[in-house]
């Protein structure tokens, strides 16, 4: 079996070359997760499965596709988004559908993402790949429960 070009797993982990804008490109990442999340939320009568089901598979391309890209690109490099789109779609699941929930998830993830509080800092000397998804996923989960917890408390507050 042949290996992968380097140029397909460059275009994998950049989240098919979102990572590769010059300006912000995590939070470019995390607006790009958006797009398909938020089309899976309308169009499927079961979208958190799928969501998790893409999660699955882009962590499990994110920490491949990373290692293969850290000898060019240094550990960590900004250019890697993958880790930001599962860390997005974590943020969305089993959230109350619209427009506020996508924005308090989308502002709480990039909070968690880079202040990297509750243990995300330390997830990141995991080795290679994993220490890169593992901040992003925690940072989803840690939105994710925020989300949770706000909408349990004032149910009302995402009738937008």
């Known amino acids: 079996m042949k290996s992968c070009k380097p140029d397909f797993w460059k275009w994998i982990v950049s989240g098919f070359g979102l990572g590769l804008i010059p300006i912000a490109p995590g939070t470019m990442g995390a607006l790009g997760a958006l797009v398909p999340a938020i089309l899976i939320r309308q169009h499927f009568s079961q979208p958190n499965f799928l969501l998790i089901l893409l999660i699955v598979v882009f962590t499990v391309l994110g920490i491949i596709g990373t290692n293969k890209m850290i000898p060019r690109w240094g550990k960590d490099p900004s250019k890697v988004v993958i880790d930001e789109i599962a860390g997005m779609w974590i943020t969305l699941l089993w959230v109350p559908a ?5 924005i308090l998830g989308f502002i709480l993830f990039r909070i968690f993402d880079i202040a990297k509080p509750l243990g995300i800092r330390s997830s990141e000397k995991l080795p290679g790949g994993w220490g890169v ?5 925690l940072a989803g989960i840690y939105s994710n429960i925020f989300i949770q917890v706000v909408f349990l408390f004032f149910p009302g507050f995402f009738a937008f």
């Open 98 to 102: 619209g427009w506020l929930s996508v």
């Open 133 to 137: 998804m593992a901040d992003d996923i």
